[in-house]
């Protein structure tokens, strides 16, 4: 379930108690994964309405988020959770940054 409608895909994360979205919030962005093919997706949306320092804050926002849920559900610390989500992003922008820069076409 997303919101209060059925679910657009297997896997998507339910809204259903928690808080509902504000009348005039809008979806930001969505992450996708696929463990068999070891790869990601990201889908962005309306970037005219907002700063690219707010999607730096909301991912901030959202890695604090994480470390606690994984503090409440799995068996380590929210300080460890912490430790490796921020280890997970240097490595990842560290892969990134050394890639040659692909030409635009």
Known sequence: M???RAAEHPGALSLKGNLAPE????ELARFWISPEEGRSR???GFPDKWRPELLGSLL???VHT?????AQTAQM???EALRRIWQGL???RARLNAEPAKESE
Request: hydrophobic share 45%; aromatic share 12%.
């Open 2 to 4: 997303i919101g209060f």
């Open 42 to 44: 990201v889908l962005i």
């Open 77 to 79: 610390s929210e300080e």
């Open 60 to 62: 901030v926002e959202s």
């Open 23 to 26: 009348k005039d919030a809008f």
């Open 66 to 70: 994480a470390a606690k849920a994984y």
């Open 90 to 92: 240097d490595e990842e």
